[in-house]
T-cell receptor
Framework: GIQVEQSPPDLILQEGANSTLRCNFS?????LQWFHQNPWGQLINLFY???GTKQNGRLSATTVATERYSLLYISSSQTTDSGVYFC??????????FGAGTRLTVKP | NAGVMQNPRHLVRRRGQEARLRCSPM?????VYWYRQLPEEGLKFMVY????????ESGMPKERFSAEFPKEGPSILRIQQVVRGDSAAYFC??????????????FGEGSRLTVL
């Protein structure tokens, strides 16, 4: 099955800083999502982005499917951005494969 | 808010008891998925169901675990004779079309099972 690797595993930022999270995957995908798991454990949809670029406020994402990676950009980070960011992918399959996540801590 | 609804949010069971977790998908979604998250890990697929049918249970342990999605009512994940290793967060998700057809997943808030 598809392998998903996320980097970095941990990231500590000061409030206001920018960051880039990366998701590499081992095979072709036609479905890719980014999620934020907040400190209360809730999974929040950030982007559905099997290809191309999308922006939503301070967050944006780019997927280059041909090179098998996706990037999540967080600008002007806030303490409420803390949590774990997951990338999940699949290809013509109902088994969505999750990476191990990037744990982000934003300090005031 | 017609999001994915899961209950209970927290469940404590003693070894050997049964756990039942319920999930109502988003309005208009007929595709339901169950995932398990162990502490400090990502989510692992367990089972995919449509109304009255199990489509893919390749991620489900062969024993003690079962899932259903009846014609009426929520989807239920059932764990019989629970053991400490079953302690985890169980997430339900739904989609308007199958993931295999590039559907988008929407998750509930999860049910956290603790086995004493």
């Amino acid at each position: 099955g598809i392998q998903v690797e996320q980097s970095p595993p941990d990231l500590i930022l000061q409030e206001g800083a920018n960051s880039t999270l990366r998701c590499n995957f081992s095979d072709s995908v036609n479905n890719l999502q980014w999620f934020h798991q907040n400190p209360w454990g809730q999974l929040i949809n950030l982007f559905y982005i099997p290809s191309g670029t999308k922006q939503n406020g301070r967050l944006s994402a780019t997927t280059v499917a041909t090179e098998r990676y996706s990037l999540l950009y967080i600008s002007s980070s806030q303490t409420t951005d803390s949590g774990v960011y997951f990338c999940a992918v699949t290809y013509n399959n109902n088994d969505m494969r999750f990476g191990a996540g990037t744990r982000l801590t934003v300090k005031p | 808010n017609a999001g994915v609804m899961q209950n209970p949010r927290h469940l404590v069971r003693r070894r050997g008891q049964e756990a039942r977790l319920r999930c109502s998908p988003m309005k208009g979604h007929s595709h339901v998925y169950w995932y398990r998250q162990l502490p400090e890990e990502g989510l692992k697929f367990m089972v995919y169901l449509q109304k009255e049918n199990i489509i893919d249970e390749s991620g489900m342990p062969k024993e003690r675990f079962s899932a259903e999605f009846p014609k009426e009512g929520p989807s239920i994940l059932r764990i019989q004779q629970v053991v400490r290793g079953d302690s985890a967060a169980y997430f339900c998700a739904s989609s308007p079309i199958p993931l295999a057809n590039t559907g988008e997943l929407f998750f509930g808030e999860g049910s956290r099972l603790t086995v004493l």
